[in-house]
């Protein structure tokens, strides 16, 4: 019985594994030479139970049985005596049928089993010859047919004959199943609604048998020469008429869309079809049904052609369907992807990935012609199309390179629509691909074809973006560009982030020259005025510079000044920010040549130090005035600039100094500084921080999003506007005069200019903040891993400086978590041993750090404590190598026993605090001695120090406690004493402690106990542990007074007030039996009495508890009653009455 049900089991899997039980049970039966008659019952048990189940209700089942019977059809088991297929197809005949009595569910039953059982025995037979179970099964199948009414069960039902054609073989198909058919398939597009015509049937035998249904077929049946697809009008009606037939059945259309389009394309009618099947399967939309299965077919048809010689299919559509694929690519763009569904959008993938893996193996030329006609379809988003493009130039080689990079430029060039925004955003999308061919696996700039490629390109993008050309083209890019063209301001600034692309490829590459080449060829044209005119100001002094200054820069990058110096990276970057400086000539003059001259001393002044080992005059040595070159050029915004400084900062990494340092800390403060002054009012802005890989997507939905209203400015009109803003709800709009109208422009004006200035100061932050990011990048790269120790040193206070100094909201909680991230890094690296600093210097930044333990910043408690143990630390190791050592001690334990003993001072009164606090509003530029020394230490931070240092650990913790059985603390500064001790009496001071500080411990531990607040669970918890500890002690032991003394103590704090905890009950039975068995002290009855009783009350309590909760909850009934006339008779709930058992006589 298991078998069956497992066959029925709506898990392939497992119906397979009923099938293979119910196998091997029968194999093991027939192999049973005595039990031929019991072998013969249980098959025809097996076979007849299979047949009765081919009617069951579950569509799973149905298909597990026939399944079986079908492989039971299939064995050669000559012990098994199993009935031939053609045996077993007469059993479902006579047992499966449909009587009248028979319901209508029932019959559907019958017929959808018998179709099953015959696809599976002429399955298990495909392999030998069909025409007896043919002969057999088509009869019927046609029977049902007619009989069936239901679409779906007649679509069934011609999907089973399909099967049957595909098994049997073109001959056998034209002999036993076509003849018999023929009434199903039609013979021309006017069917009927009545079944009787089978167009799905037909078209799919059509591609089946493409030689029995040829042309003569057609001339025969149709009237013409092939299946018509849409010639003329009436017909594209007709046809869009038989799709709608089948809107209701989505998979039935679904393969009749596949096998019409599989018509088309062998037929060569897809120019007149497709047309149809998109207006048809698109007009509701792509996120609809109809629409999924256009996308599938497009997908379809795309891999269709990957493996065949022609491409016509791919271009026919392309060229058919220009609305059909803007709609797809509107769908993928990141406005679209907000607004469509999931599965459109991981169609619409599909579709582009079997595109482009199809044209990936064509030649250029098709490729290219096929990527075009894409790119035309594309009318405002290309975001999909960076993939397609990217599996163009995967394979190309050097030859072809050269073809492709002319094919984008012409391109480029041509102006192929008249929106001027829309042609930008094209051309910005071939400027993209233009600058992605350094990145092709054949592109090598070692090699001289690939270099002079290169340098050709860059040369164009230059002379398009700073020149215009008068009707004349240099001689060697005339195969590139043939003739003038006209470029807006906008796709000029992007051909110059494309050239900081270039130039940022060979930066990488630890090359310059083509760049230098480039710049070189740029002079002559800005001389030569009458062929090319400069598109950038300062033209004039631009020339008189270079005529004055070319020759000694040019000398300098190229001469022996460079080369002497004795590091190849130095070198290489030195010669890379000349080049960055002479390109920035053309967008700010005045800023380039201070790059310039400053350059040129910089180099100077190197080469004097590194070389020539000699001192300079200037008060700034060579690495400086470098480094602030480079946090010059870091404030661009361009993203590619800003990686090439971050290459060029790696390379110098190692000349840095302490000065130069201090630069670009000093950048930061100075910065957040300015934000303080000037942004005030925008502290509750949020930060709309975009990062620089999502540009593109950001760019798009901007320009989709033109129209949108700004909110903000809309509400600030309005207050402006007050009364006089139209209501929703009124009728007519209220008329003013001249001068009211006059009294209302100022005020609308003003809510203009409020907006703009806040906008502003919102992109000013942004990009302030992007900065800072940048320069603690390189901060972190050098105090992270430099092993000279003054650079950390130097580099602690500012940036927690710069921490507490940003103001707490959204827009800077990014940087405030970034630099909160550094320091924590910075407190777990190794101490180096190169540059270390002074003694003095580390007690002062270890001063500083106490002083903020009290102080409320960003700094966080756990950050402020691990960067304290690193200065500990480094004030120890120095004070060792300085031979101060007893020094330092004596000045970190001083500083936090002094903090802590503020911390435990009662609390300041409410005016004492606000005057505290006007002081230090006052004052809180820099933190004087009189602040220093008042600071209070956090006890976490003692808890952080006693673990890392526990050799200093007595006197801190003897001091705390003495200071605590002052009569002034109170109860809970004594229990965070108390909490501090326990967590500094480890394993290692048990085993000896001082002696001083025990008794002060018990004593302690004494005046908690008498304190009737300490009976709480908190404290009385940690009273409890530490006592414990104490009586673990080694070194000295605890004598018998002192014994007696915390018991009795103990003993006060348990009647002091009732425990009602159970754990804390069982840690106080505990501890009292500890002090019984050690120091054979007596224990007061009462109090052993008070916790063992309350033990067992609470257990018994409990135990009551647990009942009542099992106990069924009784049902809330209301009293009904039922009315016989005037008589109320009241009805007896019988779940009331108690359940007495039941008596038994026998």
């Excluded at 091997?24 to 039990?35: C, E, F, I, P, V």
């Excluded at 037939?245 to 393969?255: I, K, R």
């Excluded at 004055?548 to 110096?565: A, P, R």
């Excluded at 540009?695 to 129209?707: G, T, V």
């Amino acid at each position: 019985m298991d078998v069956y049900w497992e066959l029925s089991d709506f898990d392939i899997h497992t119906r397979q594994q009923g099938m293979e039980k119910l196998l091997k049970s029968l194999k093991t039966l027939s192999s049973d030479d005595n039990n031929e008659k019991s072998v013969s019952s249980q098959i025809d048990y097996t076979i007849s139970r299979l047949i009765k189940g081919l009617v069951s209700n579950r569509k799973c089942a149905r298909i597990g049985y026939a399944a079986t019977l079908g492989t039971l059809a299939s064995l050669t088991d000559h012990q098994l005596k199993i009935p031939s297929a053609d045996e077993l197809i007469s059993l479902v005949q006579n047992k499966l049928t449909t009587k009248k009595e028979t319901g209508v569910e029932d019959a559907k039953n019958v017929r959808i089993g018998r179709v099953l059982s015959y696809i599976a025995l002429a399955y298990t037979q495909k392999d030998n010859d069909l025409s007896i179970l043919l002969q057999k099964i088509i009869p019927d199948l046609l029977l049902i047919r007619t009989q069936e009414t239901r679409r779906r069960l007649r679509a069934f039902i011609d999907a089973s004959i399909i099967q049957l054609a595909k098994w049997s073989g073109r001959k056998l198909f034209k002999k036993e199943i076509l003849p018999h058919i023929q009434k199903l398939l039609p013979t021309n597009w006017q069917m009927g609604d009545d079944g009787t015509k089978s167009l799905l049937l037909f078209v799919s035998l059509v591609n089946l048998y493409p030689k029995i249904f040829n042309q003569e077929y057609f001339q025969s049946h149709w009237n013409n020469n092939m299946l018509p697809l849409g010639k003329t009008n009436d017909e594209q009606m007709i046809i869009k008429k038989s799709l709608q037939s089948f809107d209701n059945e989505l998979h039935l259309l679904e393969q009749l869309c596949h096998e019409l389009l599989v018509y088309a394309i062998r037929s060569q009618q897809l120019t007149l079809f497709w047309p149809i099947l998109v207006d048809e399967l698109s007009n509701i939309g792509l996120d609809s049904n109809k629409g999924h299965i256009l996308l599938d077919l497009i997908t379809f048809c795309f891999q269709e052609q990957e493996n065949s010689n022609s491409i016509d299919t791919i271009e026919i559509i392309l060229d058919s369907s220009e609305t059909l694929f803007r709609e797809i690519f509107d769908l993928l763009s990141s406005s679209g992807r907000k607004m469509h569904q999931q599965a459109s959008i991981v169609l619409s993938k599909d579709a582009f990935e079997k595109f482009a893996h199809t044209i990936a193996n064509r030649p250029l030329e098709e490729r290219l012609r096929l990527f075009e006609k894409l790119l035309n379809c594309a009318n405002k988003n290309y975001t999909c199309l960076h993939s397609v493009a990217n599996f163009i130039t995967e394979k190309l080689t050097i030859d072809e390179l050269l073809v492709y990079i002319k094919y984008i430029i012409r391109l480029f060039c041509a102006t192929s629509t008249d929106d001027e925004s829309a042609l930008d955003r094209r051309r910005h999308f071939l400027l993209e691909l233009l600058s992605n061919i350094c990145h092709c696996s054949s592109f090598n700039l070692k090699d001289n074809t690939c270099g002079i490629l290169f340098e050709n390109i860059l040369a164009i993008c230059v002379l398009l973006a700073n020149f215009k050309l008068h009707n004349h083209i240099p001689k060697q890019y005339r195969e590139f560009l043939h003739e003038n063209i006209e470029i807006s301001d906008v796709t000029r600034e992007h051909i110059e982030d494309i050239i900081y692309k270039f130039l940022m490829y060979e930066f990488h590459e630890n090359q310059y020259e083509h760049s230098f080449n480039v710049f070189q060829k740029s002079i002559n044209w800005l001389q030569s005025t009458k062929h090319f005119s400069p598109l950038f100001k300062n033209i004039e002094e631009i020339k008189l510079y270079l005529n004055e200054q070319s020759k000694e820069l040019f000398q300098i990058i190229q001469g022996n000044m460079i080369q002497s110096l004795p590091d190849e990276k130095l070198r290489l970057a030195f010669q890379q920010v000349f080049i960055l400086s002479f390109y920035d000539l053309f967008v700010d003059f005045n800023r380039a040549k201070q790059y310039l001259d400053d350059l040129m001393t910089c180099v100077k002044n190197a080469r004097t130090q590194l070389v020539l080992k000699k001192k300079t005059k200037e008060e700034s040595s060579w690495i400086e005035v470098f480094i602030d070159i480079l946090l010059s050029m870091d404030t661009k915004k361009q993203h590619d600039i800003r990686s090439i400084i971050k290459k060029i900062y790696h390379q110098i990494a190692p000349y840095v100094n302490e000065n130069a340092l201090k630069l670009m800390l000093q950048t930061i403060t100075v910065e957040n500084e300015s934000d303080d002054e000037d942004n005030d009012d925008d502290e509750d802005e949020d930060d709309d921080d975009e990062s620089d890989e999502d540009q593109s997507d950001i760019e798009e939905e901007e320009l989709m999003e033109n129209d949108d209203v700004n909110e903000d400015l809309r509400q600030a009109v309005e207050k402006a506007l007050g009364d006089a803003v139209a209501k929703e709800d009124q009728e007519n709009d209220v008329d003013m005069d001249d001068e009211a109208m006059l009294r209302l422009d100022p005020l609308i004006a003003e809510a203009f200019r409020s907006q703009i200035k806040k906008s502003s100061n919102i992109k000013i932050i942004n990009e302030k903040l992007h900065h800072q990011f940048r320069v603690l990048d390189l901060i972190e790269s050098v105090i992270k891993k430099d092993e000279r120790m003054r650079f950390v040193l130097i580099s602690i206070r500012p940036l927690i400086e710069t921490l507490t100094s940003l103001p707490n909201t959204s827009a800077y909680k990014t940087m405030i978590e970034r630099i909160d991230s550094i320091l924590c890094h910075l407190s777990n690296r190794k101490i180096g041993h190169l540059d270390m600093p002074t003694t003095d210097e580390c007690i002062e930044l270890f001063r500083y750090l106490t002083s903020l333990a009290g102080s409320r910043t960003k700094l966080t408690t756990e950050t402020l404590s691990k960067v304290s143990m690193f200065v500990i630390k480094l004030c120890l190791h120095v004070g060792k190598l300085e031979d101060r050592l007893a020094g330092v001690e004596e000045t970190i334990l001083t500083m936090y026993e002094g903090g802590f003993l503020r911390f435990l001072q009662p609390n300041l009164s409410k005016e004492k605090t606000e005057k505290k606090k006007n002081k230090q509003k006052d004052d809180d530029e820099d933190v004087d001695e009189s602040m220093i020394h008042q600071a209070v230490v956090h006890p976490s931070i003692i808890k952080e120090f006693l673990l890392r240092f526990p050799e200093y650990g007595t006197r801190l913790m003897l001091l705390m406690v003495q200071t605590a059985l002052k009569e002034t603390i109170n109860w809970k500064k004594r229990n965070i004493v108390c909490g501090t001790l326990n967590n500094f009496l480890n394993r290692k001071q048990s085993d000896h402690m001082d002696e001083k500080l025990l008794k002060a411990t018990i004593d302690l531990l004494v005046t908690m106990c008498n304190d009737p607040k300490s009976a709480k669970m908190g404290s009385l918890h940690v009273i409890t542990v530490l006592t414990q500890k104490l009586l673990l002690i080694r070194n000295p032991t605890l004598t018998e007074k002192q014994a007696s003394k915390l018991l009795n103590a103990v003993s006060i704090a348990i009647k002091t007030k009732p425990i009602n905890n159970d754990k804390q009950r069982k840690q106080l039975l505990n501890l009292l039996q500890s002090f019984k068995k050690r120091f054979q002290l007596t224990i007061n009855e009462d109090v052993m009495n008070m916790l063992t009783m309350k033990r067992k009350l609470s257990s018994i309590t409990t135990t009551q508890n647990n009942e009542t909760n099992n106990k069924p909850k009784k049902l809330k009934t209301n009293p009904t009653n039922v009315s016989n006339g005037d008589n109320q008779v009241s009805i007896v709930d019988c779940r009331q009455i108690p359940f007495k058992g039941i008596n038994v006589k026998t």
